[in-house]
């Protein structure tokens, strides 16, 4: 996914993206309240492994520590 457009209205940032290559809309949505692209658990069966960065949807259980 790429990063379409940025703008700020009325104290409101709006963020558009592009459709990446080989992401399909069941990988990824957009967190509303952060702007954060956020991966599906879909997504990361697909990739087939765990990246071990405390992802909201990991389907493989790990859970980052926050020190």
Not at 5 to 14: E, R, T
Not at 36 to 44: G, N, R, S
Not at 45 to 58: A, D, F, L, N, V
Request: with cysteine; proline share 3%.
């Amino acid at each position: 996914m790429f990063l379409k457009s940025l703008s700020v209205n009325n104290n409101k940032l709006n963020i558009s993206f592009q459709q990446r290559p080989g992401l399909n809309s069941e990988d990824y949505y957009v967190d509303k309240n952060t702007g954060f692209l956020v991966f599906t658990d879909i997504y990361h069966k697909k990739r087939g492994y765990c990246c071990k960065s405390g992802c909201r949807h990991c389907p493989y259980g790990f859970r980052k520590v926050k020190s």
